[in-house]
Nanobody
């Protein structure tokens, strides 16, 4: 069973930056698919970005250019760098993973079996 622990959420002003971290444990091999999702007030949970085991990334179209997903394999940690933050980016950000192999790691098609507890991001205008 994969355990995921997010950190890095904070309150920032519009235009600022944050880097979220997601440390995974409980498995020997990195889950095939890992990704970031968010729940913003009044909206359904949405995919932000995914990163496959071999480096293929996918982004929500509206977030391309501002958000970057990456990882440090040695630290078993997934990151989400968020730049030029806007008030509408406010929400709870979740890390998710799935051990099964998908190519690409689609936000919609992957079952995302494991989830972290979430980390709050608040952007004030």
């Amino acid at each position: 069973q994969v355990q995921l622990l997010e950190s890095g959420g904070a309150s920032v002003q519009s235009g600022g930056s944050l880097r979220l971290s997601c440390a995974f444990s409980g498995v020997t091999d990195r889950p095939y698919c890992m990704g970031w999702f968010r729940q913003v007030p009044g909206k359904a949970r949405e995919g932000v970005a995914t990163l496959g085991r071999y480096g293929h990334s996918n982004y929500a179209e509206s977030l391309k250019g501002r958000f970057t997903i990456s990882e440090d394999a040695a630290k078993k940690t997934l990151y989400l760098q968020m730049n030029h933050l806007k008030a509408e980016d406010t929400g709870v950000y979740y890390c998710a993973s799935d051990l099964s192999a998908w190519d690409p790691c689609s936000q919609e098609r992957v079952p995302w079996a494991s989830w972290g507890q979430g980390t709050q991001v608040t952007v004030s205008s």
